[in-house]
């Protein structure tokens, strides 16, 4: 670069005629937008964490209070006979049918807000949108299993409970 430099300055005057030549090390260059790059991907990252475990927190939160304060109804129905596997399968199924409700409105919205970036960047080339699939499958195969296991983790917590003591403390008694 040193060599370069001087180079310049006796053979090409600087500025001369409204003009500017530049010289740079393409290297260094490189290696300090792959360094910002870095930088960037980690916050972004990051912000995906973030988000993601807020959002875990509010699935865990949200799904155990619903369960906790429908614990008279379902020591109501325990006390008229549903067993402990019926209450289970009850359950999981309302998990499943949770978990399809937010996947069949997630899914189609995300698709719709990630094409609507793909419009809005300008890219020096031409790339054609593609749908991740792999990606979706995987997040919808996570909010199932998240959802389930979380209910399981909940209704696990009632079945040690007294039917009667349950019955009488959410009534108010």
Known sequence: MTYAKEI??????????????DMFDVEAELNAM?????????FIYGFVAMLTLIGLTNVISTISTNVRSRSREFAILRSVGMTDGG???MLNLESILCS????????????AGSYLVYLAL???????FEIPWLPVLQCAVVVFVITWAVMRYSASRLHKRNIIETIRLSSGM
């Open 122 to 128: 300008e890219l020096p080339a031409e790339y054609a």
């Open 87 to 89: 209450l289970f399968r």
């Open 8 to 21: 310049q300055r006796n053979y090409l005057p600087y500025e001369a005629e409204g003009l500017f030549v």
């Open 100 to 111: 399809a409700k937010s996947v069949l409105w997630g899914v189609p919205m995300g698709l």
């Open 34 to 42: 792959q360094g910002f790059g870095r930088l960037v991907m980690i």
